[in-house]
């Protein structure tokens, strides 16, 4: 008997015991399987306010209460959507011919002046490599927010830097040419002496999201710039609402 009683005391350990862990893995395939809606969720909180700034011209300002609820019950709210304000935007490594952007415009504000007098830049490279600077610029009184001007010039020392009218807003397009560059640090600033100081300037939109579904929650930030960037000289024509024209030898059409 005292045998027995021993056995049956093991089954009974051994059959709580896996029991037990049994439970613990239904408990957290459960929490993963919320934990994915959650994600997919917060992902279409992202989505909806990123159609709302870019699709329907929204300010950041009308982002701060969004909020949406599906019948699954799962749920998402905005979670800490602004501005990513910076006296330095840094790129650690581009490879040849990729391109960084730096924007000199309120996101919010395409007809307002950025209020800087010249920008400076330095990277690090190797021997005889080029640095292609472009930007674009345009005169924020006038009616249609369209670029006036196109500027490229390459840099082959670094640091580097440009004056700018700082009664227009630009976009700066930065782009290393047969080599890869490495610690890309662009500042504005508003005195264009030695020895000014940086100034902080609204650069990239944050759009952020949290999804909740059951007793999971997850989140998603992402960083954006305010229009879209396409590539090469062509990034600049996503200030246009007039119709692309590739041709030439014909005269381009009246842009309504």
């Not at 459960?30 to 279409?44: G, H, I, P, Q, W």
């Not at 640095?131 to 345009?138: H, I, K, S």
């Not at 700066?172 to 504005?188: D, E, G, Q, W, Y």
Request: net charge negative.
């Amino acid at each position: 008997m005292p045998l027995a009683l021993i056995i049956m005391t093991t089954l009974v350990i051994g059959a709580f015991t896996f029991g037990n862990v049994l439970f613990q893995s239904l408990l957290r395939s459960r929490e993963l399987d919320a934990s994915t809606v959650a994600y997919y969720a917060a992902d279409a909180g992202i989505e909806r306010q990123l159609y709302a700034v870019r699709k329907e011209n929204a300010n950041v300002a009308d982002l701060l209460n969004a909020s949406s609820t599906y019948v699954n019950g799962s749920s998402w709210t905005q979670a800490g959507s602004g501005f990513n304000v910076t006296n330095s935007k840094f790129f650690s490594a581009i490879n040849a011919g990729d391109f960084q952007f730096v924007d000199l415009f309120n996101p919010d504000r395409l007809d307002a002046a950025a209020g800087i007098a010249e920008v400076r830049w330095t990277w690090s490279g190797p021997p005889g490599c080029k640095l292609e600077v472009a930007y674009a610029q345009w005169d924020v009184t006038q009616p249609s927010i369209l670029p006036e001007q196109f500027t490229i010039r390459d840099w082959t020392v670094s640091p580097g830097f440009q004056s700018v009218n700082p009664n227009r807003a630009y976009r700066f397009r930065f782009r290393p040419k047969a080599c890869n560059i490495t610690n890309l640090a662009v500042s504005a600033y508003t005195d264009p002496s030695a020895s000014a100081t940086p100034v902080q300037f609204p650069g990239d939109i944050v759009v952020a999201a949290q999804g909740m579904y059951a007793s999971t929650t997850q989140a998603i930030s992402v960083t954006m710039p305010r229009l879209e960037i396409l590539s090469g000289i062509f990034s600049y024509v996503i200030f246009s609402e007039c119709t692309l024209f590739k041709d030439p030898n014909s005269a381009a059409p009246a842009c309504p």
